[in-house]
Every structure is written in structure tokens, then in C-alpha cells.
């Protein structure tokens, strides 16, 4: 069947917009079913009333009045006028009304066809959607830090007061240019135009980017970069929000403290390094038996320094996370295997744990003791592979130092320098509030398990530093 | 048997080292500053190794940019850096390629061992 086969009511029944015909006096001679739907009325109650007398009077609506019987009657057709009013039957609607003259061979008088479409959510929705951007854009010249927000192809919007003020420009100079145009392209910079073009299409914000230049009127400035992809409530538009933060006192606040840390760094790890010195030339002219002696008080020294180093890279309050701290330790003692130690190697587990800085002193002296322990003792044939773990167990931390070496020998006459190592065990166990756990007597190897306390941790948690 | 030259600032630290390297049977030559050390890297004097602090009196990272002027002076030379300061990857950075960093304080074991090392290479 061929369009043209199709009869005009069969059409005018099937379309979605409510369409009704209007004589001269503008009484209503027919309606579709999508109006007697949209309207929730009849064919009865409609046909011969005049529109305005419809429904209880609900269509005598002035700006109605004014299409019908000042607009219509100069001109053929009328599209798009728009209709806000509140009808008792289906509540307040915005009504979209195309309007045009039909005439009959032999009828100079014609007919008005009014087709109405409602379009109230749609307006709704612009509405709601330009509050929104009102809204945006009084939050945009709130907020101190400068800001702008981007169209998906990284032109400029709109550009907050505090970003205009700071960069000296206006918003005409802004608005439609990319960010890498402005002032003297200081924002031109590869990394930030690759991280930007990801916000939108893969929805990947970017915190703190810096950017350090020299800008006109400003100087030289440190600026961090964040942006986020934002969108707006019933429109699939997103849009890019792009704040500058100034950092450029807190940058040098950090440089300094930077500066101090590494002046006090330098100092304490020289007269460090002169105490190891001054045992170091001790060592050389004393008697064999006593240099071992000398080499462990030098292990002892480097676990404090390594230490230091986790410390002075923190702020107060900070906490020293554990296994960072078990690795450095790890490190200086495999660097001291040389000669005939060099077969023994050390390995490290440890869970992401943290102690306090108080606490990580006597914990750090104490693995450096067991593991020094196990070098002295455990491979007499200068071979074997020794393990320090921590883990939490429970409420506690366990710290475990393992050997594959010879076993302890029970002798029960240890030399002057073991029963000092013990005790400096047993001291730096008791310091800590922890125990040893007994552990079987094994055929090879050695295994020294302790647990301590959780609360090596400070209470309120703090944040983590790391190697 | 090898020549070490060593740099550093501090007159104990620098005595303590090069005997220190000594004890292992090397040779040694000594400069308190960048100047004194390049002296030596163009002199004919033969050198295997350098040994610099990298916190040379008033240059925080000194011993990097002495290394580099060495490096390109005597591609050959090996190099082993120290600091008492925390070396972050900034640092790490500026360091001349397949070069160590053996942190203060070292003893005469971790220093004699990170040499050994060095010149076996």
C-alpha cells in the first residue's frame, strides 16, 4: 500500500500530537484521540464548544486568546507558540501550539488546525539545567581558588572572578580559548594537554599536576592543577572543571623545611660516620677477639642512622612503616657480608605495618641484634640464608628471624659477647612491651619469634612513611 | 691493587676513609673540594675509582656535578657516591649511570665491600 493510499483520518488518529479543528467562531468541529487522551476528555464533551468553554473553561487561557484572535487572522500559520498554563484536569503543563488556516474548495471562511504538543518535561528539564549552570557559575565566583571550566573541546566557558583577577585578563579574552592560549602559553605543556584530554572521554580526574613558572604580574609562582569531568542532571554535555591552586608559599615552606631537614641530616650522619670512624680505628689495633665486638656497636650505630633517614623524611606525628624499615636494615647488614660472609644472603617479608618513631628505635636495634645473632653463629661455613618477617597476628605484631643455619648448640656456657646480645634482646623486648615466644629446638636452623604490641602504633592512625 | 680518590670536606671522615681503603690494600688520593678533586682527574695521575661525598661544603649536590666533570674527563672511572642525606630519586637522577651510593655512616667493611664490588665490574 502506497502512502497516498492512506487515508487522512487514519493519520491524524496514529500521530502523538494532540491536533483539534477550529471553525471560524472558533468553535471546535473534531479532535484526535491523542488530544481526548492528553486532555482526559471526549469526543461529546468537545465537538461544537467553543475552545474556550472546554473543560470547565480551562482553555480560556489569555495567551490563547491572543494566538487565536490576534495572530491568526493576519497571518496563514503559526508555529511554535508557546502555552504555560494550569489546567485543572492534568495540572500546570507548557504547551507547545502550531497553528495553521485550512481551506475547502468553495469555503472562504476555513478551518484552524491546532496541533499542541506538550512539552512541559522538556522545559522543565532546560529550566532545572539553566539553574544548575546559574548555580555552577555562583559557585565558580565563590570559590578563591581560580578556576575555569572547559567545553569538550577544551575551549574556555566561563572563568571564575578569582581567576580573572589573578591572571589580570577578562572574560572576553577568555571565553572560547584553550587553556594552552592563554597569557604566555605557561599551561602549553604536553603532559598537562595528554592528562587533560583524558577527564572527559575516560572520565580520569587529575589531582594536584604542578606547574611551576614565571608569570606576567605575578612572578615566579607554583600553581597544582586539579581537574574533574562535571555533568549536568538531564543533559549527556559534560563539561571539564579546571582549579589553580597557588602553592607558592606552601612550596617554599616545604623547600625550606626540606633545606633544614637535610642541613640537620647531613650533620648528624657526619658525626655518625665519625664515631664509626673513631671504633673503626680502634678496631685496628686491637686484638682479634675484641673486633668482632667493635663491628656489632658499628651495626648498632647504622640501625639508628637507617632509621634517622625514615624519620627525617616524616613530619611530626608521622608514623615509620615497618617493612621499608626491616629492608634498609636488611641492606647495611648484607652490604657488611664481604670475604668469607658473602654466601649469606638476607630476604625480607613484611606487611605494610607501622610503628612510631619512639618506638622504632629499640625495634630497629632489636632485628639488627637477631640478625646479627644469626650471621655470627648460624653459618660457620660462611653459607646460608637468613629471613626477617613481620606480620600482624591478632592484636599483635610478629616479628620473626629465621635461619637455615647450624642450630644453637646447647652448650649452656655462651661466650661474654652472646650473653650481651641476649640481654640487649631481652631489653629491647621489654621496652617494647612485648615477648619471646619459645620455639622449639629444631635440627637445622634457628627460628626467634617475638610478639609485640599493635600499639607500636600511635592511636588515631597517622600517615604512612616510607623507604 | 687500585687507586681510590676520595673527596669529602670533613678532615676525619676523609683520614677515617682512606684508611678505611687502605687497610684493603688499595692506594689513595685525598681533596676536600670539587677544585682539589678535579686537579687530580686532570693530572696523569692514574685513577680507578672516585669516592666523593655528594654534600660539598656549600654544594649540596657537589659530588654529582664532580662526577659528571670526571665522568667526561675519564669515561673509564668508576664512581661510588656517599651522603649523609636522604637519597631520593631527584638525587638518584643526577647520578652518573651503573654508579653506587653507600650511605653515611658506612664502616670500614660496607665501604672495603661496596668497592670490591666496584672495581669487579
Request: one cysteine or more.
Amino acid at each position: 500500500m502506497a502512502v497516498s493510499d492512506i487515508a487522512a483520518s487514519d493519520i491524524v488518529e496514529t500521530v502523538p500530537s494532540a491536533l483539534i479543528v477550529l471553525d471560524r467562531n472558533l468553535n471546535i468541529t473534531s479532535a484526535n484521540r491523542a488530544f481526548y487522551q492528553m486532555f482526559r476528555t471526549s469526543a461529546d464533551e468537545t465537538e461544537g464548544c467553543l475552545i474556550y468553554d472546554l473543560g470547565n473553561r480551562q482553555w480560556d487561557i489569555p495567551a490563547l486568546r491572543t494566538l487565536l484572535e490576534s495572530v491568526i487572522p493576519h497571518r496563514a500559520s503559526v508555529e511554535g507558540f508557546e502555552v504555560e498554563h494550569d489546567f485543572p484536569t492534568i495540572g500546570r503543563r507548557t504547551m507547545l501550539v502550531n497553528a495553521r488556516k485550512i481551506f475547502r474548495p468553495g469555503d472562504h471562511d476555513g478551518f484552524i488546525l491546532l496541533a499542541i504538543e506538550d512539552v512541559s518535561e522538556e522545559r522543565a528539564a532546560r529550566k532545572e539545567s539553566k539553574r544548575n549552570w546559574q548555580l555552577t557559575q555562583s559557585i565558580v565566583d565563590t570559590i578563591r581558588d581560580p578556576l575555569v571550566v572547559l567545553e569538550n573541546d577544551m575551549t574556555i566557558v566561563t572563568a571564575s572572578k578569582a581567576f580573572l583577577t589573578m591572571f589580570g585578563i577578562t572574560a572576553a579574552e577568555t571565553h572560547g580559548r584553550r587553556v594552552s592560549e592563554l597569557g604566555q602559553h605557561q599551561w602549553d605543556v604536553p603532559a598537562l594537554r595528554h592528562l587533560l584530554e583524558k577527564v572527559l572521554p575516560e572520565n580520569k580526574p587529575i589531582e594536584g599536576f604542578e606547574i611551576e613558572d614565571d608569570f606576567p604580574g605575578l612572578g615566579r609562582r607554583v600553581f597544582n592543577l586539579n581537574a574533574r569531568k562535571v555533568s549536568q542532571p538531564g543533559n549527556n554535555a559534560h563539561r571539564m572543571l579546571l582549579v589553580f591552586e597557588d602553592i607558592t608559599d606552601r612550596k617554599q615552606r616545604e623547600r625550606d623545611a626540606l633545606s633544614l631537614t637535610n642541613e640537620i641530616s647531613h650533620r648528624i650522619k657526619n658525626n655518625l660516620q665519625v664515631i664509626v670512624g673513631l671504633i673503626a680505628y680502634e678496631a685496628k689495633w686491637t686484638a682479634a677477639p675484641c673486633v668482632q665486638g667493635y663491628k656489632v656497636m658499628q651495626a648498632r650505630i647504622g640501625a639508628i642512622a637507617q632509621l634517622y633517614d625514615l624519620i627525617s623524611q616524616s613530619s611530626r606525628g608521622r608514623t615509620v612503616a615497618v617493612d621499608s624499615y626491616l629492608r634498609e636494615i636488611a641492606k647495611a647488614l648484607s652490604a657488611s657480608l664481604i670475604g668469607n660472609m658473602s654466601g649469606i644472603d638476607i630476604e625480607v617479608k613484611g606487611e605494610p605495618l607501622e610503628i612510631d618513631p619512639d618506638r622504632a628505635v629499640p625495634f630497629g636495634l632489636l632485628v639488627n641484634e637477631l640478625a646479627t645473632n644469626a650471621i655470627k653463629h648460624a653459618f660457620p661455613h660462611g653459607t646460608g640464608h637468613i629471613m626477617l618477617c613481620v606480620e600482624q597476628v591478632g592484636d599483635q605484631i610478629e616479628l620473626v628471624v629465621a635461619d637455615d643455619g647450624v642450630g644453637m648448640k646447647d652448650t649452656g656456657s655462651a661466650k661474654v659477647s652472646e650473653k650481651r646480645g641476649s640481654d640487649y634482646v631481652a631489653i629491647f623486648v621489654r621496652q617494647l612491651g612485648g615477648t619471646i615466644v619459645p620455639s622449639k629446638r629444631e635440627l637445622t636452623g634457628t627460628t626467634v619469634r617475638i610478639r609485640l604490641p599493635l600499639l607500636l602504633v600511635p592511636p588515631g592512625g597517622a600517615e604512612r612513611v616510607a623507604a | 691493587m687500585a687507586v681510590i680518590l676520595i673527596v669529602e670536606d670533613e678532615v676525619f671522615i676523609r683520614e677515617t676513609a682512606e684508611m678505611m681503603i687502605q687497610d684493603s690494600g688499595h692506594h689513595t688520593l685525598s681533596a676536600s673540594d670539587v677544585n682539589e678533586a678535579l686537579s687530580f682527574l686532570r693530572s696523569s695521575q692514574h685513577i680507578d675509582a672516585l669516592f666523593t661525598d655528594i654534600y660539598l661544603k656549600t654544594l649540596f649536590l657537589g659530588g654529582c656535578d664532580l662526577a659528571r666533570q670526571a665522568i667526561k674527563l675519564r669515561p673509564k672511572l668508576r664512581v661510588l657516591y656517599t651522603t649523609g642525606n636522604y637519597v631520593n630519586d631527584k638525587m638518584k637522577a643526577l647520578f652518573v649511570e651503573g654508579t653506587q651510593c653507600l650511605p653515611k655512616p658506612y664502616t670500614q667493611y660496607q665501604l672495603q665491600g661496596c668497592l670490591a664490588a666496584l672495581l669487579a665490574a
